[in-house]
Protein backbone atom coordinates (compact mmCIF):
# COMPACT_ATOMS: atom_id res chain seq x y z
CA UNK A 1 0.00 0.00 0.00
CA UNK A 2 1.59 3.57 -1.03
CA UNK A 3 0.60 6.31 1.22
CA UNK A 4 1.38 9.93 0.30
CA UNK A 5 2.32 11.87 3.08
CA UNK A 6 1.58 15.71 1.98
CA UNK A 7 0.69 19.28 3.30
CA UNK A 8 -0.70 22.23 1.46
CA UNK A 9 1.39 24.38 4.02
CA UNK A 10 4.93 24.21 5.15
CA UNK A 11 5.88 23.49 8.71
CA UNK A 12 2.99 20.93 9.83
CA UNK A 13 4.81 18.13 11.19
CA UNK A 14 4.68 16.24 7.68
CA UNK A 15 7.71 14.81 8.06
CA UNK A 16 7.29 13.85 11.56
CA UNK A 17 4.09 11.98 10.94
CA UNK A 18 5.78 10.33 8.25
CA UNK A 19 8.70 9.19 9.78
CA UNK A 20 7.03 8.11 12.69
CA UNK A 21 4.56 6.31 11.19
CA UNK A 22 7.71 4.08 9.48
CA UNK A 23 8.88 3.85 13.00
CA UNK A 24 6.13 2.84 14.57
CA UNK A 25 5.26 0.12 11.90
CA UNK A 26 9.09 -1.22 12.06
CA UNK A 27 8.97 -1.25 15.57
CA UNK A 28 6.03 -3.91 15.04
CA UNK A 29 8.22 -6.03 12.84
CA UNK A 30 10.73 -5.99 15.81
CA UNK A 31 8.38 -6.53 18.48
CA UNK A 32 7.29 -9.69 16.61
CA UNK A 33 10.90 -10.96 15.69
CA UNK A 34 12.20 -10.51 19.81
CA UNK A 35 14.83 -8.28 18.38
CA UNK A 36 13.76 -5.22 21.04
CA UNK A 37 12.93 -6.84 24.38
CA UNK A 38 10.95 -5.06 26.85
CA UNK A 39 8.50 -3.79 24.33
CA UNK A 40 4.96 -5.35 24.08
CA UNK A 41 4.12 -8.56 21.61
CA UNK A 42 1.23 -7.75 19.85
CA UNK A 43 -1.06 -10.85 18.49
CA UNK A 44 -0.76 -9.45 14.99
CA UNK A 45 1.78 -7.55 13.14
CA UNK A 46 0.04 -4.26 11.37
CA UNK A 47 2.24 -4.79 8.66
CA UNK A 48 3.96 -7.85 7.72
CA UNK A 49 6.68 -6.75 5.25
CA UNK A 50 9.34 -3.87 6.50
CA UNK A 51 8.06 -0.43 5.25
CA UNK A 52 9.79 1.61 2.58
CA UNK A 53 10.37 5.45 2.66
CA UNK A 54 10.79 7.55 0.24
CA UNK A 55 11.60 11.67 0.78
CA UNK A 56 10.31 12.95 -1.77
CA UNK A 57 10.47 16.78 -0.86
CA UNK A 58 13.68 16.74 -3.12
CA UNK A 59 14.23 20.33 -2.65
CA UNK A 60 15.13 20.39 0.60
CA UNK A 61 15.02 16.63 2.38
CA UNK A 62 15.18 16.03 5.83
CA UNK A 63 13.79 12.93 6.60
CA UNK A 64 17.20 11.07 6.97
CA UNK A 65 18.00 14.09 9.81
CA UNK A 66 15.26 11.99 12.00
CA UNK A 67 16.32 8.26 10.77
CA UNK A 68 19.51 8.27 9.45
CA UNK A 69 20.17 5.98 7.10
CA UNK A 70 23.01 4.30 5.87
CA UNK A 71 23.11 5.03 2.30
CA UNK A 72 24.64 2.23 -0.18
CA UNK A 73 23.46 3.37 -3.99
CA UNK A 74 23.51 6.47 -5.36
CA UNK A 75 22.26 7.56 -8.88
CA UNK A 76 22.76 10.93 -10.75
CA UNK A 77 19.49 11.92 -12.32
CA UNK A 78 19.43 14.13 -15.26
CA UNK A 79 17.44 15.08 -18.57
CA UNK A 80 18.52 14.28 -22.25
CA UNK A 81 19.18 18.15 -23.44
CA UNK A 82 20.11 19.18 -27.13
CA UNK A 83 23.18 20.00 -28.30
CA UNK A 84 23.63 22.19 -31.22
CA UNK A 85 26.63 21.43 -34.16
CA UNK A 86 26.42 24.76 -36.00
CA UNK A 87 28.83 23.48 -38.49
CA UNK A 88 25.34 21.43 -39.42
CA UNK A 89 22.46 24.07 -38.39
CA UNK A 90 21.29 26.61 -41.35
CA UNK A 91 18.94 28.51 -38.29
CA UNK A 92 15.92 27.86 -40.11
CA UNK A 93 14.40 28.30 -36.37
CA UNK A 94 12.39 25.19 -36.36
CA UNK A 95 13.96 24.05 -33.21
CA UNK A 96 12.71 27.28 -31.53
CA UNK A 97 8.91 26.93 -33.02
CA UNK A 98 8.53 23.22 -31.65
CA UNK A 99 9.87 24.15 -28.44
CA UNK A 100 7.00 24.84 -25.50
CA UNK A 101 9.05 25.45 -23.02
CA UNK A 102 11.18 28.30 -24.66
CA UNK A 103 14.12 26.27 -23.90
CA UNK A 104 16.13 26.73 -27.55
CA UNK A 105 16.15 29.96 -29.78
CA UNK A 106 18.23 30.70 -32.63
CA UNK A 107 19.50 34.50 -32.26
CA UNK A 108 21.39 35.34 -35.68
CA UNK A 109 23.60 32.35 -36.37
CA UNK A 110 23.82 31.51 -33.37
CA UNK A 111 21.40 28.48 -31.55
CA UNK A 112 21.11 29.05 -27.77
CA UNK A 113 20.25 25.88 -25.58
CA UNK A 114 19.04 27.17 -21.58
CA UNK A 115 19.82 23.83 -20.12
CA UNK A 116 17.12 24.94 -16.76
CA UNK A 117 14.23 25.36 -19.18
CA UNK A 118 14.46 22.72 -20.91
CA UNK A 119 11.90 19.54 -20.06
CA UNK A 120 14.53 16.81 -22.28
CA UNK A 121 11.05 16.42 -24.60
CA UNK A 122 13.19 15.55 -27.44
CA UNK A 123 10.48 17.71 -30.06
CA UNK A 124 13.70 19.68 -31.06
CA UNK A 125 15.90 17.00 -32.05
CA UNK A 126 12.74 15.18 -34.01
CA UNK A 127 12.38 18.17 -36.00
CA UNK A 128 15.44 19.25 -36.88
CA UNK A 129 15.56 18.49 -40.84
CA UNK A 130 19.87 18.50 -40.66
CA UNK A 131 20.16 16.45 -37.58
CA UNK A 132 22.49 19.49 -36.52
CA UNK A 133 20.97 18.37 -32.27
CA UNK A 134 22.25 15.49 -30.53
CA UNK A 135 21.23 15.19 -26.86
CA UNK A 136 23.80 15.05 -23.93
CA UNK A 137 23.20 14.35 -20.59
CA UNK A 138 22.27 17.08 -17.91
CA UNK A 139 22.54 16.29 -14.37
CA UNK A 140 19.72 17.92 -12.33
CA UNK A 141 20.33 15.87 -9.12
CA UNK A 142 20.52 12.51 -7.53
CA UNK A 143 18.58 9.31 -5.65
CA UNK A 144 19.99 7.18 -2.81
CA UNK A 145 18.76 4.56 -1.36
CA UNK A 146 19.88 2.45 1.76
CA UNK A 147 18.69 1.19 5.18
CA UNK A 148 17.46 3.10 8.60
CA UNK A 149 16.73 0.74 11.36
CA UNK A 150 15.05 -1.80 9.32
CA UNK A 151 13.46 0.46 7.26
CA UNK A 152 14.10 0.23 3.14
CA UNK A 153 15.10 4.32 2.67
CA UNK A 154 15.32 6.37 -0.07
CA UNK A 155 15.76 10.22 -0.93
CA UNK A 156 15.95 12.50 -3.94
CA UNK A 157 18.21 15.76 -3.81
CA UNK A 158 18.07 18.66 -6.86
CA UNK A 159 21.00 19.73 -7.40
CA UNK A 160 21.00 24.19 -6.23
CA UNK A 161 19.75 26.25 -9.08
CA UNK A 162 18.02 23.27 -10.98
CA UNK A 163 14.19 24.21 -10.97
CA UNK A 164 12.83 20.51 -12.00
CA UNK A 165 12.32 18.47 -8.66
CA UNK A 166 9.36 16.41 -11.21
CA UNK A 167 12.14 13.97 -13.18
CA UNK A 168 13.98 13.31 -9.80
CA UNK A 169 11.04 12.81 -7.94
CA UNK A 170 9.63 10.20 -10.82
CA UNK A 171 12.86 8.49 -11.23
CA UNK A 172 13.05 8.03 -8.10
CA UNK A 173 9.64 6.08 -7.69
CA UNK A 174 10.60 4.35 -10.41
CA UNK A 175 13.88 3.26 -9.12
CA UNK A 176 12.34 1.32 -5.52
CA UNK A 177 8.97 0.75 -5.25
CA UNK A 178 8.21 -2.04 -6.86
CA UNK A 179 5.80 -2.69 -8.95
CA UNK A 180 3.60 -4.68 -6.72
CA UNK A 181 3.38 -3.45 -3.32
CA UNK A 182 0.81 -5.45 -2.26
CA UNK A 183 0.25 -4.60 1.61
CA UNK A 184 3.92 -3.62 2.75
CA UNK A 185 3.89 -0.17 3.51
CA UNK A 186 5.05 2.17 1.09
CA UNK A 187 5.52 6.26 2.56
CA UNK A 188 6.91 8.80 0.37
CA UNK A 189 7.10 11.86 2.20
CA UNK A 190 6.06 14.79 -0.23
CA UNK A 191 6.98 18.70 -0.55
CA UNK A 192 4.77 21.02 1.08
CA UNK A 193 2.26 23.03 -1.00
CA UNK A 194 0.24 21.69 -3.90
CA UNK A 195 2.72 21.79 -7.00
CA UNK A 196 4.22 19.96 -9.38
CA UNK A 197 5.97 17.75 -7.27
CA UNK A 198 3.39 17.13 -4.99
CA UNK A 199 1.14 15.88 -7.85
CA UNK A 200 4.11 13.51 -9.04
CA UNK A 201 4.70 12.41 -5.72
CA UNK A 202 1.01 11.47 -5.17
CA UNK A 203 0.66 10.13 -8.34
CA UNK A 204 -0.32 5.78 -7.99
CA UNK A 205 -0.43 6.31 -4.10
CA UNK A 206 -3.27 4.50 -3.01
CA UNK A 207 -3.88 7.28 -0.18
CA UNK A 208 -3.08 10.61 0.61
CA UNK A 209 -2.27 11.56 4.35
CA UNK A 210 -2.83 15.29 4.97
CA UNK A 211 -1.12 16.49 7.87
CA UNK A 212 -2.62 20.20 9.13
CA UNK A 213 -3.26 22.48 11.86
CA UNK A 214 -6.34 23.77 13.14
CA UNK A 215 -5.71 27.19 12.12
CA UNK A 216 -7.22 29.90 9.06
CA UNK A 217 -3.81 29.33 7.07
CA UNK A 218 -3.76 25.52 7.71
CA UNK A 219 -7.42 25.39 6.87
CA UNK A 220 -6.87 27.34 3.51
CA UNK A 221 -3.87 25.15 2.37
CA UNK A 222 -5.32 21.74 3.19
CA UNK A 223 -8.44 22.85 0.71
CA UNK A 224 -6.39 23.21 -2.27
CA UNK A 225 -4.20 20.28 -1.13
CA UNK A 226 -7.48 18.46 -1.14
CA UNK A 227 -8.44 19.72 -4.44
CA UNK A 228 -5.20 18.19 -5.78
CA UNK A 229 -5.53 15.01 -4.31
CA UNK A 230 -9.24 13.79 -4.03
CA UNK A 231 -10.78 16.26 -7.03
CA UNK A 232 -7.98 16.08 -9.54
CA UNK A 233 -6.84 12.80 -8.88
CA UNK A 234 -9.51 11.16 -7.30
CA UNK A 235 -7.71 9.59 -4.48
CA UNK A 236 -8.79 8.48 -0.75
CA UNK A 237 -8.08 11.36 1.51
CA UNK A 238 -7.73 11.46 5.87
CA UNK A 239 -6.23 14.42 7.79
CA UNK A 240 -4.17 14.18 11.01
CA UNK A 241 -4.27 17.41 12.86
CA UNK A 242 -0.99 18.27 14.81
CA UNK A 243 -0.77 20.83 17.23
CA UNK A 244 -4.11 20.31 17.99
CA UNK A 245 -5.75 22.74 20.56
CA UNK A 246 -3.96 25.71 19.00
CA UNK A 247 -6.25 27.35 16.53
CA UNK A 248 -10.29 27.33 16.05
CA UNK A 249 -12.55 24.56 14.59
CA UNK A 250 -12.63 25.68 11.01
CA UNK A 251 -10.49 22.62 10.20
CA UNK A 252 -12.88 20.07 12.26
CA UNK A 253 -15.82 21.81 10.54
CA UNK A 254 -14.50 21.22 6.86
CA UNK A 255 -13.55 17.75 7.21
CA UNK A 256 -16.77 16.97 8.71
CA UNK A 257 -18.80 18.74 5.65
CA UNK A 258 -16.70 17.40 3.19
CA UNK A 259 -16.44 13.95 4.83
CA UNK A 260 -12.46 13.63 5.01
CA UNK A 261 -11.85 11.45 7.96
CA UNK A 262 -9.89 12.76 11.02
CA UNK A 263 -7.57 10.15 11.58
CA UNK A 264 -5.38 10.99 14.36
CA UNK A 265 -4.80 14.29 16.51
CA UNK A 266 -1.34 15.00 17.65
CA UNK A 267 -1.59 17.32 20.82
CA UNK A 268 0.50 21.12 21.06
CA UNK A 269 3.01 20.06 22.74
CA UNK A 270 6.55 21.52 23.99
CA UNK A 271 8.04 18.09 24.57
CA UNK A 272 7.77 17.25 20.65
CA UNK A 273 9.02 20.74 19.53
CA UNK A 274 12.19 19.84 21.59
CA UNK A 275 12.45 16.48 20.16
CA UNK A 276 11.95 17.51 16.56
CA UNK A 277 14.50 20.45 17.47
CA UNK A 278 17.17 17.88 18.48
CA UNK A 279 16.72 15.54 15.65
CA UNK A 280 15.21 13.27 17.71
CA UNK A 281 11.70 11.29 16.96
CA UNK A 282 8.63 11.48 18.62
CA UNK A 283 8.21 7.71 18.94
CA UNK A 284 11.97 7.84 20.86
CA UNK A 285 11.19 10.48 23.19
CA UNK A 286 7.23 9.24 24.00
CA UNK A 287 6.56 6.01 23.11
CA UNK A 288 2.91 5.65 24.00
CA UNK A 289 2.70 7.34 20.20
CA UNK A 290 3.70 4.11 18.78
CA UNK A 291 0.17 2.52 19.33
CA UNK A 292 -1.03 5.60 18.14
CA UNK A 293 0.56 5.62 15.02
CA UNK A 294 -0.02 1.77 14.51
CA UNK A 295 -3.78 3.11 15.07
CA UNK A 296 -3.10 5.68 12.52
CA UNK A 297 -2.08 3.13 9.83
CA UNK A 298 -4.93 0.47 10.66
CA UNK A 299 -7.82 3.31 9.79
CA UNK A 300 -5.86 3.75 6.63
CA UNK A 301 -5.81 0.60 6.07
CA UNK A 302 -9.86 0.31 6.67
CA UNK A 303 -10.15 3.54 4.54
CA UNK A 304 -8.29 2.01 1.36
CA UNK A 305 -10.23 -1.70 2.20
CA UNK A 306 -6.31 -3.19 1.48
CA UNK A 307 -6.98 -6.20 3.74
CA UNK A 308 -4.11 -7.57 6.16
CA UNK A 309 -2.73 -10.57 4.80
S1 LIG B 1 15.98 22.99 -36.36
FE1 LIG B 1 18.11 22.27 -36.66
S2 LIG B 1 18.77 23.35 -38.46
FE2 LIG B 1 16.96 24.43 -37.77
S3 LIG B 1 17.74 26.06 -36.44
FE3 LIG B 1 17.31 24.32 -35.13
S4 LIG B 1 19.23 23.22 -34.97
FE4 LIG B 1 19.41 24.59 -36.73
S1 LIG C 1 14.20 18.93 -25.61
FE1 LIG C 1 12.10 19.75 -25.63
S2 LIG C 1 12.12 21.25 -24.00
FE2 LIG C 1 14.25 20.85 -24.45
S3 LIG C 1 14.82 22.40 -25.91
FE3 LIG C 1 14.17 20.62 -27.08
S4 LIG C 1 12.00 20.96 -27.51
FE4 LIG C 1 12.58 22.38 -25.87
Not at 73 to 79: C, F, H, I, K
Not at 179 to 194: C, F, K, M, Q, Y
Not at 240 to 262: F, W
Request: hydrophobic letters at 40%; a negative charge.
Amino acid sequence: MIVTVASGKGGTGKTTVAVNLALSIMADQQDLTGQEPGHPVREKSVNPAHPLFLDCDVEEPNAALFLHPTIQERREVGLMIPQVDLEKCDYCGRCAEVCQYHAIAVVGENVLVFPELCHGCGSCTLNCHTGAISEVLHVIGNIERGEARGITFAQGTMNVGEPMAVPIIHQLKQWVIPPETGNRLVILDASPGTACPVVESMRGADFVLMVTEPTPFGLHDLRLAVEVARDELGLPVGVVINRDGVGDKGVDEYCAAEDIPILMRIPLDRRIAEAYSDGETLVEVLPEYREQFRELYERIEKATAIPVL
